[in-house]
C-alpha cells in the first residue's frame, strides 16, 4: 500500500490469533530442553519504507489475550502493543499508530 502525502495510510485487517510455532526438529528440541512453550502473541508484521529513509521491519502485538508477556521470541515491547478501539465509522474496531523512519546514513 502507499500512504498519502502526510505519511497517512490505513490498513483494513481482522485481529489474528496467537499461534504456535513448529516443534520439531531443532528448533522443538532446543523448545523442550529450555522448558519454554511454542506460542506466539497476536501480532501483525509491518515492513515500512520511504525514499531516503531506513527500511523499517517491526510488529505490532494486540492488548490483553495470551502470552503477551510471555511470547517465545521475547518480541512484545511496551510500545508495540496496541488497544483497538471503537471505530469511528461504527464499523469494527480502529487502532492509531505513529511510526517514523531514520533517514539513511
Not at 98 to 105: G, H, N, V
Request: aromatic share 6%; charged share 25%.
Amino acid at each position: 500500500m502507499t500512504a498519502d502525502e502526510m505519511g497517512s495510510f490505513r490498513l483494513r485487517t481482522v485481529e489474528p490469533a496467537p499461534y504456535q510455532i513448529p516443534t520439531d526438529g531443532s528448533c522443538g528440541r532446543l523448545i523442550a530442553a529450555a522448558g519454554w512453550h511454542a506460542w506466539r502473541r497476536a501480532h501483525l508484521h509491518l515492513k515500512v519504507s520511504a525514499p531516503d529513509h531506513q527500511t523499517l521491519t517491526t510488529q505490532l502485538y494486540f492488548r490483553g489475550g495470551e502470552h503477551v508477556t510471555d511470547d517465545i521470541a521475547s518480541a512484545v515491547k511496551p510500545e508495540l502493543v496496541v488497544d483497538p478501539g471503537p471505530a469511528a465509522d461504527g464499523n469494527g474496531h480502529e487502532v492509531h499508530y505513529d511510526l517514523e523512519l531514520a533517514p539513511e546514513r
